[in-house]
């Protein structure tokens, strides 16, 4: 069984930073894809971000691109995602997501496996 915890939201002020962690223990699936989805009440889940494997494709929102960076550390089997010049509108609970396939994808319906997810909340 896995699991992945994420870590590392809080409450902070329009134009300040976070960094977000997962880490995925249980079964090794160190060579899928991993992402983070976000979501507000009402809403359904957002794609924000998605990294391979290697590290070396990575998607991301238009609404995140040039603030958001997605990273991972397959020796500790943990994605991040480093947010920078956060706007109210970052405002979410933000869940991690892994998958076996190690194709990066979009869709939260490819993921295979889920955090509990973590609140980021800015502040105006």
């Known amino acids: 069984q896995v699991q992945l915890v994420e870590s590392g939201g809080g409450l902070v002020q329009a134009g300040g930073s976070l960094r977000l962690s997962c880490a995925a223990s249980?079964?090794?699936?160190?060579?899928?894809?991993m992402g983070w989805f976000r979501q507000t009440p009402g809403k359904e889940r957002e794609f924000v971000s998605a990294i391979s494997w290697s590290g070396g494709t990575t998607y991301y929102a238009d609404s995140v691109k040039g603030r958001f960076t997605i990273s991972r550390d397959n020796a500790k089997i943990t994605v991040y995602l480093q947010m920078n010049s956060l706007k109210p509108e970052d405002t979410a609970v933000y869940y991690c997501a892994g998958r076996v396939s190690p194709r990066v994808v979009r869709g939260s319906d490819d993921y295979d496996y889920w955090g509990q997810g973590t609140q980021v909340t800015v502040l105006s």
């Open positions: 249980g079964r090794t699936f160190s060579r899928g894809a």
